[in-house]
């Protein structure tokens, strides 16, 4: 399943990628994310490797995260492995003439065992998902001074 989703942010691309690529902003924008946790690699960097831990209703989810590429301010990519799901994103920033950002997110998913089952019916979750997750930083980085 791929998937593109955007979201125009009132601050100019400097501000939005210094409080994308901050970890610590994490839990000011990722709901239910518990802990973040660098396991391997130069921190930021492609090659590092991070544990995410969120919580998702009653269930606990560990997401591990590897950096893909790190062309900032332009591009950040990553993939992120779960139970049963593959996912990989492709974070885009443009700047317009009146100082606001556009963030694309591309994302590829791949499913296994019953994860590609449940995905069939839960594809509009994704989405609905990830929307909610680039509005919730969007809402963040326009407070940011």
Same mark, same amino acid.
């Given at each position: 399943?791929?998937?593109?989703?955007?979201?125009?942010?009132?601050?100019?691309?400097?501000? $939005?990628? #210094? @409080?994308?690529?901050?970890?610590?902003? @994490?839990?000011?924008?990722?709901?239910? &994310?518990?802990?973040?946790?660098?396991l391997s690699g130069?921190?930021?960097?492609?090659?590092?490797?991070?544990?995410?831990l969120f919580q998702?209703?009653?269930?606990?989810?560990? =997401?591990? #995260?590897?950096? @893909?590429?790190?062309? &900032?301010?332009?591009?950040?990519?990553?993939?992120?492995?779960?139970?049963? $799901?593959?996912?990989?994103?492709?974070? &885009?920033?443009?700047?317009? #003439?009146?100082?606001?950002?556009?963030? $694309?997110?591309?994302?590829e998913f791949k499913?296994?065992?019953?994860?590609? $089952?449940?995905?069939?019916? =839960?594809?509009?979750?994704?989405?609905?998902?990830?929307?909610?997750? =680039?509005?919730?930083?969007? /809402?963040? /980085? #326009?407070?940011?001074?």
């Open positions: 399943m791929k998937y593109s989703t955007e979201v125009t942010i009132a601050q100019p691309r400097a501000k $939005v990628v #210094e @409080l994308f690529d901050n970890s610590d902003n @994490l839990y000011q924008w990722m709901d239910g &994310l518990k802990s973040f946790e660098h130069e921190p930021g960097q492609p090659g590092a490797k991070s544990k995410l998702m209703g009653k269930r606990e989810v560990t =997401m591990t #995260e590897t950096i @893909l590429d790190r062309e &900032l301010p332009e591009r950040f990519s990553g993939t992120y492995e779960g139970p049963g $799901v593959w996912n990989r994103v492709e974070n &885009l920033f443009q700047e317009s #003439e009146n100082g606001e950002t556009t963030w $694309v997110a591309n994302h499913f296994r065992g019953m994860m590609s $089952v449940i995905s069939l019916f =839960m594809r509009g979750a994704f989405k609905k998902q990830t929307a909610k997750t =680039m509005e919730s930083f969007r /809402a963040f /980085a #326009e407070k940011a001074n």
